[in-house]
């Protein structure tokens, strides 16, 4: 037999390839078992039911794309078995003094404040410690001598209600005068929300307030002829202004004085907020000159505004003639805007969404807008209800006895909420009560007159309670200061603790009026 040759010679066939090798012989052992033959264990129907089944899915490895399938099937084979009825419910927790329980916590504390007959004169006694700033005088000096001659005329339109008019008009003359052009008395711009045509001579003593200025900043109350002459006598026709909310006074320098100057009139619509906070000093003393000193009611809202104060001092006999006033914001308007929830139900809703739409149209409804209710009364935007205003005033002292009275417009469902601050408060008073049907006659259709009433008896009182902030109650605080030496008794509070205190459940009288010492900021 011939050796094996890698190289087969020349016409020589190619030789087979050697056998294989033999198996392993631990391949071999294991088709025999590691017990040999005939000693393999027995094994159960489990167990060779188990090898089966793993040697196929060892084998058949695609068998692994149908698990997802098998799986779904047994679950929904099991949730089919299930009865939902034991599915635990989960019940969302609301924040606290994010609902308005008000209602609930009166209903509590009413017997207890029903049976206090105390009397004492807590108008005099509540503030615990005087005031020792010192006595603040007005800055206002007002200047003598005649003016120069003027750049030109300016006229505005005051858009708003009473006291953005008010603010609008300061605003004016601080402009004027800082220009050295004449003021024409200010139009008022008729807006839908407050429906009031009056004109400025209707709600302020015209002739006062150009008297009063007429060393600082001269005012008119119409246009010369020639003037209007070029503008075919109207107004539209005069070159207007387009100024930005809160521009600085070095705008109107740099912007409208070249303007001015060159046109001899202007006109600036709309011009509520036109004019920065922050100012020099000697635009700020036009503003204050012309807001305290030279702004007087005209004589039939003042004569019938001092009447009513007489008669509220009359009446507040048993506190030495003193009375609180409260500046309360919940008519319709107020509480649509707010947007917050209260305990009118499915009504209340309703009407809010009417009168946001007759208000404001498609504001609130834009796509995207979010409306929290409970996140707006816990960051204390929520105007306080006359039955709060009650409840924060038993709290912070003031008793049965106590005067009141109340500045407010219509209320909504006056009929209802009032109630609660009536029985809490039984001498409070409104101008419709003090006055006869006949003196509040020539007032009743036009807001911004009805509000000068109301201004008017506030700022006598001993005390102001400011409840929702706004144009009114800031001019009424500056002006009390600016008269009664730089200090006057006002309450300011802080409603986001109120929303926390008035959600709590246990709280009682004690506690009512230990918290409300420190919420309501005097």
Request: net charge positive; with cysteine.
């Amino acid at each position: 037999m011939h050796p094996y040759n890698r190289i087969p010679s020349s016409g020589q066939s190619t030789p087979s390839p050697p056998p294989s090798p033999l198996r392993s012989p631990r391949l071999r052992r294991s088709k025999q078992g590691r017990f040999g033959a005939g000693q393999q264990p027995g094994r159960t129907f489990a167990q060779r039911l188990t090898w089966l089944i793993l040697s196929v899915f060892l084998r058949r490895q695609g068998i692994f794309l149908f698990a997802p399938l098998i799986y779904i099937s047994g679950m929904l084979l099991y949730m089919g078995t299930v009865s939902f009825d034991v599915v635990p419910v989960i019940t969302h927790r609301t924040a606290p003094g994010s609902v308005y329980r008000s209602p609930q916590l009166y209903a509590k504390l009413r017997p207890e404040m029903d049976s206090d007959n105390s009397t004492s004169d807590t108008i005099s006694t509540i503030w615990k410690h005087s005031y020792k700033g010192g006595q603040w005088q007005p800055c206002v000096n007002k200047s003598s001598g005649g003016l120069p001659e003027s750049n030109g005329y300016i006229y505005v339109e005051a858009n708003g209600g009473l006291n953005q008019q008010r603010t609008s008009i300061g605003n004016a003359v601080a402009v004027a005068g800082y220009l050295n052009a004449t003021l024409v008395i200010p139009n008022f711009h008729y807006h839908s929300v407050w429906r009031d045509p009056s004109k400025f001579k209707d709600i302020y003593d015209e002739d006062y307030f150009i008297t009063t200025l007429e060393n600082d900043v001269q005012v008119v109350n119409t246009i010369p002829e020639y003037i209007m002459e070029r503008f075919d006598h109207n107004m539209s026709n005069v070159y207007n202004f387009r100024i930005k909310a809160w521009s600085s006074i070095q705008y109107y320098r740099d912007a409208v004085l070249p303007k001015l100057l060159e046109e001899k009139i202007i006109r600036i619509s709309p011009f509520a907020n036109r004019l920065s906070i922050d100012a020099p000093s000697a635009v700020q003393r036009l503003r204050c000159l012309a807001n305290y000193e030279a702004l007087k009611f005209s004589s039939p809202i003042l004569t019938l505004g001092e009447s009513l104060v007489a008669r509220m001092k009359k009446l507040s006999a048993n506190n030495g003639g003193k009375y609180v006033s409260v500046h309360l914001r919940f008519e319709e308007d107020m509480v649509a805007f707010s947007c917050c929830v209260f305990d009118g139900g499915e009504e209340e809703i309703q009407d809010m969404n009417a009168a946001r739409e007759r208000g404001w149209r498609g504001k609130f409804t834009k796509p995207g807008r979010v409306i929290r209710p409970g996140a707006i009364r816990i960051n204390g935007k929520c105007p306080l209800t006359p039955l709060e205003v009650g409840l924060m005033l038993r709290g912070m002292g003031f008793d049965k006895s106590t005067s009141i009275y109340l500045a407010s417009g219509k209320i909504y469902k006056s009929e209802k909420t009032m109630a609660p601050l009536f029985e809490m408060f039984p001498l409070l008073q409104t101008k419709e009560m003090l006055a006869s049907a006949e003196e509040l006659a020539p007032f009743r259709n036009y807001s911004s007159r009805m509000a000068a009433i109301d201004y008017t008896v506030c700022f006598h009182s001993e005390v102001f309670v400011t409840t929702q902030g706004g144009n009114f109650p800031h001019f009424l605080m500056g002006h009390r200061r600016y008269s009664y030496g730089g200090h006057s008794k006002t309450v300011r509070p802080d409603k986001r603790k109120l929303a926390l205190l008035f959600d709590n459940p246990k709280i009682g009288v004690e506690i009512l009026q230990a918290s409300n010492a420190e919420y309501a900021n005097s």
